[in-house]
């Protein structure tokens, strides 16, 4: 056990100090009633000011990163993000900014907002936006407000379910029941992609539309979306697109074109905004021309003298979303982030993000199964190890338990890359699910392929290595669950 494993209350040392404050004069006309005192001191640490700096620097240190190494976690992009883009978010014009400050004091705060729903919709294909959400599931539950909306206000009452795709992220299907429309599943084809056949006996006048997301959440693009769009629209339904998969699309293809009529963006995935731990996050929607009425309140407006405005003219909104704009740090780092590569380079993400992806895979599904073998886009599932090295007995009894997904993700760690995304999705037993990103050099992505054919090399000789892996990562396997749902974040005091 290191020094630094300890926790900061246990390197306590009764009278050490790290910074001493002398008596304030003030203290006699600042007193406390008697009431709201406290009758002993509280139970705080007891450390110089070099063990504080150590302790937290090297917990710091514990944790993984982008900014540490190769993060090739599928379905959440955690793509490089400029540093830029922190410099400008982080300007105190734009940092000390309050949200209820009158709309003349921050004209260049609602320029940002302004520009960006133009530029987000010149890259959609939609007609407007609003900033209100503040994460891709915030943003789903608006989307279905809208559609919800759009049918109420026609009197169409009887449109209720929602068609999801089996392969669809969680939160699709929540939020529509939070949305509280029903949900129906529609199956997904031998090519990983929506059975249109499956389909169309689902399709009436109860839909209110289908979520999708394209390219889906195995990395594939669903090439019958025409025909899926001119199907959903004729029963009287709207299409909604997932828009967190939106990376490898930017610049190439435009969800409107597609046929889509309402959408959210995950700014926090594809455009720039370190994420991950809860947040910051930003869901902006967007849609087509006839639901713009039905978008959210407050939003932002050009005036006809050049002047930008705050309105909450709500007459047919979906309603309120959030208390103000939106997560205007995000909106921001994703506005630096579109100009700075600009209209030439920004589409070149998707294409390297797409190389970089089909090129992992090739390289190594001769070793992990690779359930379906079409080009990729940003992102792909391997359904586990060609060979797990668990060995059976004439008898059929087993003799060796063989290396799971699991157990691949720990040994990885080992050797200083994060773990892909495991058992998502649901579709495979064994999902292990790869995106690389745009940023990552070859010489990283060699790196990373070699390590995961050596780890299959040892799974088939020892599987016992991956079992007990990682070997040299500060902590080995805890409990994940008991972490997730009863965790200890409060120094007990066993004294
Ligand atoms: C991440 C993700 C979401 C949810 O977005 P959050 O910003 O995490 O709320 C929805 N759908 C897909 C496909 C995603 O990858």
Redesign the pocket.
């Known amino acids: 056990m290191k020094y630094y494993d300890k926790l900061i209350f246990e390197l306590s040392k009764e009278g050490r100090t790290g910074y001493s404050l002398g008596s304030s004069p003030f203290a006699a006309s600042t007193a406390l009633p008697e009431n709201l005192l406290r009758s002993e001191a509280p139970a705080l640490p007891q450390v110089s000011e070099i063990e504080v700096v150590r302790h937290y620097t090297n917990l710091s240190q514990m944790n993984f990163g982008v900014d540490t190494g190769f993060y090739p976690l599928g379905?959440?992009?955690m793509k490089y993000n400029p540093k830029i883009n922190e410099e400008i978010a982080g300007m105190k014009g734009f940092q000390a900014l309050h949200p209820l400050q009158p709309a003349c004091t921050v004209q260049g705060a609602l320029e940002v907002y302004y520009n960006m729903e133009k530029s987000l919709s010149a890259l959609t294909g939609m007609a407007g936006f609003t900033f209100n959400p503040c994460?891709?599931?915030?943003?789903?539950l608006t989307g279905l407000m809208i559609m919800r909306q759009y049918h109420l206000l026609r009197g169409d009452l009887k449109r209720t379910k929602v068609i999801v795709p089996d392969s669809?992220?969680g939160?699709?299907p929540a939020s529509a029941a939070v949305c509280g429309l029903d949900v129906v599943v529609v199956k997904s084809n031998a090519d990983g992609l929506v059975d249109v056949a499956d389909l169309k006996p689902l399709l009436g006048d109860d839909i209110a539309g289908i979520m999708m997301?394209n390219p889906n959440?195995l990395g594939l693009f669903e090439k019958e979306i025409g025909e899926i769009a001119g199907l959903v629209h004729e029963c009287g339904g709207l299409l909604y697109y997932?828009g967190?998969?939106m990376n490898p699309l930017i610049g190439m293809v435009r969800p409107g074109d597609m046929g889509f009529d309402i959408m959210h963006l995950?700014l926090?995935?594809s455009f720039s905004t370190p994420h991950g731990g809860g947040g910051p996050?930003s869901?902006p929607v967007g849609v087509c021309e006839k639901l713009v009425p039905y978008l959210p309140v407050p939003k932002v407006v050009r005036k006809e003298d050049g002047t930008f405005d705050v309105v909450c003219n709500d007459e047919k909104s979906a309603g309120q979303v959030s208390g103000f704009l939106g997560n205007f740090g995000v909106i921001l780092r994703g506005y630096a982030y579109i100009l700075t590569l600009g209209k030439q380079n920004v589409k070149l993400a998707g294409k390297f993000a797409t190389l970089a992806a089909n090129y992992i895979k090739e390289s190594l599904k001769d070793c992990y199964k690779l359930p379906i073998p079409s080009i990729c886009k940003h992102e792909f599932v391997f359904d586990g190890l060609l060979d797990d090295g668990s060995r059976k007995a004439d008898d059929g009894t087993v003799e060796r338990e063989g290396a799971t997904t699991l157990d691949v993700a720990k040994r990885l760690l080992d050797f200083g890359f994060h773990a892909p995304t495991i058992y998502f999705p649901l579709l495979f037993h064994q999902a292990i699910m790869i995106e690389p990103t745009e940023t990552e050099s070859l010489e990283t992505l060699d790196a990373f392929i070699e390590v995961m054919r050596k780890i299959a090399a040892e799974a088939a000789e020892d599987p016992a290595i991956l079992k007990n892996a990682p070997h040299n990562a500060p902590i080995t396997r805890p409990d994940e669950t008991t972490a997730a749902r009863q965790p200890v974040l409060k120094f007990q005091d066993e004294a």
């Open positions: 379905s959440c992009t994460a891709g599931a915030h943003g789903e669809a992220h939160t699709n997301t959440t997932d967190a998969n995950n926090h995935k996050g869901g």
